[in-house]
């Protein structure tokens, strides 16, 4: 495609140089030189059309390398936070199991102590009434 293009710039470039475009007194229009000369100045403008494009695509596939290790790295980025989030949702489905089984343990806890406080009043008072008897 670039050669091309260049091919169909070649008349415009030859407006840019000096005496390249124009035949001389000595020259005539189809000069072997002229050609000659705008041979090798397309022949050099396509090498270094080319370089640039080697260039370009060496930049493109060292970006496309990054891009897919950045891809990587942030699949197991997600993987990980996901991964945290299962944690802290069994933690935290443990933690209400284990308030629960505390606020259980408090009632049954506060139970024994009435009961075992209700027995010692009634110890106490069938010992005071077998005294005074």
Do not use: C
Not at 10 to 38: F, I, M, W
Not at 40 to 48: D, T
């Amino acid at each position: 495609m670039w050669p091309q293009i260049l091919f169909a710039l070649l008349p415009h470039l030859t407006r840019l140089l000096p005496g390249a475009g124009k035949p001389s007194g000595n020259h005539g229009a189809d000069d072997p030189l002229a050609e000659a000369a705008l041979a090798k100045l397309a022949e050099s403008l396509r090498g270094e059309l080319t370089n640039a494009h080697t260039g370009i695509y060496t930049q493109l596939r060292e970006q496309n390398e990054q891009l897919a290790q950045i891809s990587v790295e942030a699949t197991r980025a997600r993987m990980g936070v996901e991964s945290v989030e299962a944690l802290l949702s069994k933690q935290e489905a443990r933690l209400a199991k284990l308030e629960k089984t505390a606020a259980s343990a408090v009632k049954l806890f506060l139970f024994l102590l009435l009961t075992v406080a209700i027995s010692a009043s009634a110890l106490i008072l069938l010992v005071v009434l077998l005294l005074h008897k």
